[in-house]
């Protein structure tokens, strides 16, 4: 599937955005740098002696920069690039999900499209 495909069948705004990304799971820790996050998932760059593979669940924590919070998500591993690495989101507590709510209104500017993407992912 070429990009441009890939990119109209999203049905979440990608923010770009740059933070550091923790990533937890039973067997290891990584740090990534945030490349773009959405309602339901992020893409961050591949942190060095990644070993985790499509569909294994770990945890992420995104602190972005000059706050006072953090947001904490439930993930799957979507996809493994040789550069990148997508999430995609199954879990995330209230506080979170305030905070990233908050994050893509100030970033899209369209409250009608954030309805539809809260509307989309609630579904």
């Known amino acids: 599937m070429d990009n441009l495909a890939y990119k109209e069948r999203r049905r979440f705004s990608r923010i770009p955005f740059e933070a550091v990304v923790s990533i937890d799971s039973a067997d290891g820790h990584w740090m990534g740098k945030l490349i773009d996050i959405s309602l339901k998932g992020l893409l961050i760059s591949r942190p060095p002696h990644w070993t985790k593979q499509v569909g294994e669940p770990v945890m992420l924590e995104v602190c972005p920069p000059e706050t006072n919070y953090c947001i904490r998500m439930e993930v799957s591993v979507?996809?493994?690039?040789?550069?990148q690495v997508?999430?995609?989101?199954?879990?995330?507590?209230?506080?979170?999900?305030?905070?990233?709510?908050?994050?893509?209104e100030l970033n899209i500017g369209d409250?009608?499209?954030?309805n539809r993407e809260l509307a989309e992912m609630i579904s």
Request: charged share 25%; with cysteine.
């Open 111 to 114: 409250e009608t499209v954030l």
């Open 86 to 104: 997508g999430f995609e989101c199954h879990h995330i507590d209230l506080d979170s999900i305030s905070h990233l709510r908050r994050l893509v």
């Open 78 to 83: 979507a996809h493994v690039e040789p550069n």
